[in-house]
DNA sequence: CTGAAAGCGCTAACAG
DNA sequence: CTGTTAGCGCTTTCAG
């Protein structure tokens, strides 16, 4: 495009570095030339050419520490594949990220690990305990950018989130519950981890909230507290299952995939079954007739949007327009593996 | 990255001038050095920054002509918004895109001014017609790169096509219907364009093709041509659900929505009910439980890739790496929308 | 066929 | 507080 810095520059009688400093918001403009050079900027419409800033920043070091589960956890690994991606894409800079898997360690080696690492921007998800809250707000308060994916940490000064939103997914496992047992007077059984995790909650109201505007017909018969284990849960299931002998549906808004299996197959019988994410048990479940929805978290966009946001944050300065940012909830069938 | 154009030149005892000719495969290079460069530029893993080649093109303009129906079909509209989007993200170019809308013009008209476009790239959704295919014929043939988008053409050297896989999305609309009418013998209506159209044939031997492999229990009652009007798309789906007592679901594979919804609610009854696409008629339709599901082909995808792709063809001379790219199809319920 | 030099738009370091 | 200058990595003249 033909307005450059220099076009900046010459309408407001200013030096190409003193229209740099304005935009940058750098200190050391007088007010009165940075209004002058704010309307010049206005006047011509100038944008930066990101290509030129890009060229001349790349000497520059980034480095960002990414904070998570680890590769042991299918979902984190998707997860992870976005973060490389998002790297790759930013090849053509000095970008490099740090990891520090958390799984398997305990919550103090963790927090060791995060109050030494040396970065200029941390993404982190971990659970939300007043442990770790601190732990992140120590970084925040360093000016330390942080954002928070695929759990969200209250009450510690991040830049943003960027995950699922829980409770729209909870509300469309209730449409494929409605779209499942049309019309008919039906009891559904709800599978979930602990409803004292916020997370969880989340789909359990969306799903029970969606349900009562608009399919009467269903009834919630049971909700199951399984701590995501496979004992709990298979024995949960089991056990609400034979107690009651006229079950339709089963929503799994969390616990664990394998134990749900199990009960279900035992009991000889087909539900309606809507599940949450992707794993090769939930293929073979959904390719079986088992399961004949899945709800879809895209993780690799947890993974990805976070990296992208955080460069943005430290090459340009631009903060996160939005203080969430949802990832898509996809509906799958067999048809879609 | 430290490995420059510099480094490599270096390493192979040329200029940069010269490594430029090697990596970007232009003439007046002596075989030799050319072996030479790309030895070094092999041992040091040398990949083009291209911040820097994106800054020193900024100069050049790149125009790319988008042939399609224009804004008043209410997709292409949705497809405009992605074609406008890749434009906006190329703004650090001197980047064009020059429109020929055809909806509303005679087939001659929108020929002569494809033939007299001057335009370095040129994508294109439009019948696969021997005139259309002539005409693309002969822009191809002027070393012209062309894409074809929503509706490939054939035979006619396009570089690749970007659209919805349309098998694909009949086979989706299967598995819906299976879980919409969970083991009970059913039949159902499939409401087609015309099954000439090849694009028309292809939802439909998706759709049955899938069903055939498990669903026993859903039987095609029939396959009503509509010509996609209203006129013959109400009088179709009327007279077949009338004739029928028994049908249970309705696949809209192509026809008219409001001639469909228009026989639908004269019917009185509700049908397990799968369309495609997604309009404010097909948006209430689901809120009010018309249509259970309808299956949306990313229209906003089917302009931006074709603009990127034309880009990357033009400015690095990358051709893409498909002959095919599909867009996403993506299942929506009322709670999507 | 090849090298040297200019310059794309921007930032950063140094003078003043 | 502001101007000047030197590149970032690449392409493109223009000489030779």
Excluded: W
């Amino acid at each position: 495009m033909k307005i450059s810095q220099q076009a900046v520059a010459d309408l407001a009688g200013v030096s190409r570095g003193t229209v740099d400093r304005v935009i940058n918001n750098k200190p050391n403009v007088k007010p009165e030339t940075r209004e002058r050079v704010l309307a010049a900027v206005e006047k011509l419409g100038y944008s930066p050419n990101s290509n030129g800033r890009a060229l001349a920043l790349c000497k520059k070091q980034f480095t960002v520490t990414a904070v998570c589960p680890g590769p042991e956890v299918p979902f984190f690994s998707d997860v992870l594949a976005g973060i490389e991606a998002a790297k790759n894409e930013l090849g053509d800079f000095n970008f490099y990220v740090d990891y520090i898997f958390t799984y398997g360690k305990t919550s103090e080696s963790v927090i060791a690990e995060i109050d030494n690492a040396s970065t200029q921007a941390v993404m982190i998800a971990a659970e939300d305990t007043p442990i770790i809250q601190k732990t992140v707000k120590k970084v925040t308060s360093r000016k330390i950018p942080v954002i928070t994916f695929n759990s969200d940490i209250s009450k510690c000064g991040r830049l943003c989130f960027v995950g699922q939103n829980l409770y729209k997914s909870g509300r469309i496992a209730a449409s494929l519950m409605q779209n499942l047992l049309r019309g008919e007077k039906a009891k559904v059984i709800i599978v979930a981890g602990s409803q004292r995790f916020q997370a969880h909650k989340a789909r359990i109201d969306g799903f029970i909230d969606a349900l009562g505007e608009y399919a009467a017909n269903i009834r919630i018969a049971d909700v199951l507290e399984t701590n995501d284990e496979y004992e709990k849960t298979y024995h949960a299931l089991s056990d609400s299952l034979s107690g009651h002998s006229d079950i339709k549906g089963i929503y799994l808004a969390s616990g664990h995939i394998n134990g749900a299996l199990e009960a279900i197959l035992e009991s000889g019988k087909k539900y309606a079954a809507v599940a949450n994410d992707l794993s090769p048990a939930i293929e073979k479940a959904l390719k079986d007739d088992i399961f004949d929805f899945t709800i879809y978290q895209n993780p690799f966009e947890q993974g990805y949007k976070p990296v992208m946001l955080l460069f943005d944050y430290l090459l340009k300065g631009i903060k996160p327009s939005q203080t969430i940012y949802y990832t898509d909830n996809t509906i799958i069938t067999k048809e879609m593996i």
